[in-house]
């Protein structure tokens, strides 16, 4: 056999890997007879792959198959949660935060701190962060589990590939090259990412939320800022450049209100959390928070309920145009749009109606986000944990 036989094999095994380890995750318990069917792989080859996925503790056996057949109850295989966990970071406005998720979604750690990020230097907010999850890491190392990676959620364009913050206009922050500074204070190796928290939001809500259900939807997260995420046919979609799904500045209004981006009448400057305390009469988002808000709203406060039915209505006529030009399905409504969802549905809702071409045909379904305030780092967490499904052999064996 030439070299160049050997790397295919040993290419085409790694393939397989994969291919058999995520026909586990996505299935019900399969039996390695199931997995066979679903792979299209022998089932002699499959057998050799799971054994190796045992031995690295991303698959255990787990009593009998449930559709096990005639004869020899099946063995039934699902993925192994103790080993391997990846860390969810976010950076924002107002606060640090972490998560550690396992491989079976199960959160092992997680924490926050409230501090203003406006107020601090890029290395400062990072090496900040980094004390925060210097605990953590031991905590799970001593319980015997290997990081496996981490994600960054930063509220603002991100360069994933070269791990470089170009803005955040709500942070003041620009030309960051987050990866390399927070490798250079961790001191260590652990594999780091980047990416946008609205993106990671919706990646969260494609592996454990609304996309359990829908494989096109648009997430949308309002905060201080206004962020979306679109998954089509369940991948998230970022446009060639991988800048795309900036929905919170689409313009609404060509002569509207300025945004922190430099342009006027986006939809993050009339419907992001200030401009709706603005409307609403209350100090900014620095004194009052989200859940002040819901409070108001559940009291019948007159000039509250008007502002979230104005930015409801605004929020629809943006998402009309999403929608006529996606074609989703469903929107997801995350951040603090969430805990607003029962006052923002019918003016969302009677938007959409009014101005979707296809709606009689196919409505569009406004939902609310479960994950809420913890999505963009559960899934940050989530795209760290894929990296394994997607090259299973990446991790160490034995
Ligand atoms: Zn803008």
């Known amino acids: 056999m030439s ?13 397989n890997l994969g291919l058999v380890l995520r026909a586990i995750a996505d299935g019900d318990r399969p039996s390695r007879t199931d997995v066979a069917l679903v792979t299209g792989l022998h089932k002699t080859t499959v057998s050799s792959l799971v054994a190796d996925l045992i031995e690295r503790e991303l698959v255990c056996e787990a009593g009998k198959a449930s559709n096990g057949t005639v004869g020899r109850p099946a063995v039934a295989l699902e993925l192994a949660g103790d080993r391997y966990v990846a860390l969810g970071l976010e950076i924002n406005v107002d606060h640090l935060t972490y998560t550690a998720v396992d491989l079976l979604g199960r959160v092992r750690d997680q924490g926050s701190v409230r501090q203003d990020n406006r107020a601090r230097s890029p290395s ?80 969260a809500e494609r592996w454990y939320g609304a996309g359990r259900t829908h494989r096109d939807f648009v997430y949308v997260s309002g905060y201080i800022g206004v ?27 060509a002569e509207g209100p300025p945004c922190a981006c430099g342009s006027r009448g986006c939809v993050e400057a009339l419907v992001g959390l200030d401009a709706l305390l603005r409307r609403a009469g209350k100090p900014s988002s620095a004194e009052t928070t989200a ?3 819901v409070e108001a709203a559940q009291r019948g406060e ?65 939902m609310r986000s479960e994950l809420a305030d ?21 991790t160490p064996t034995g």
């Open 291 to 293: 859940h002040e808000l």
């Open 124 to 203: 400062r907010s990072l090496s900040a962060l980094a004390e925060l999850i210097a605990g953590p890491r031991n905590r799970l190392k001593e319980a015997g589990a290997i990081v496996v990676g981490a994600t960054l959620a930063l509220p603002g364009l991100v360069d994933p590939r070269d791990g470089v913050l170009l803005v955040a206009p709500n942070l003041g922050w620009r030309d960051v090259a987050v990866v390399d500074e927070l490798q250079a204070v961790l001191g260590d190796d652990l594999t780091l990412r980047v990416d946008n928290e609205a993106n990671l939001a919706a990646f």
């Open 302 to 366: 007159p000039r509250t309920l008007e502002a979230i039915e104005v930015v409801g209505a605004t929020l629809g006529v943006a998402l009309a145009s999403t929608a006529n030009l996606l074609g989703s399905r469903a929107i997801v409504l995350g951040g603090y749009f969430a805990p607003l969802c029962p006052w923002l549905r019918a003016p969302i809702e009677r938007e959409l109606q009014r101005r979707v071409l296809a709606f009689p045909w196919s409505p569009i379904e406004v």
């Open 227 to 253: 962020g979306a995420g679109i998954v089509s046919n369940g991948v998230l979609h970022r446009g060639e450049t991988g800048f795309g799904g900036e929905f919170g500045h689409l313009t609404v209004e």
């Open 374 to 394: 913890g999505a963009a780092v559960l899934g940050a967490a989530a795209l760290a944990l894929r990296a394994i499904l997607d090259d299973p052999a990446s």
């Open 3 to 15: 070299a160049s036989d050997r790397l295919d094999r040993e290419g085409m095994r790694r393939h």
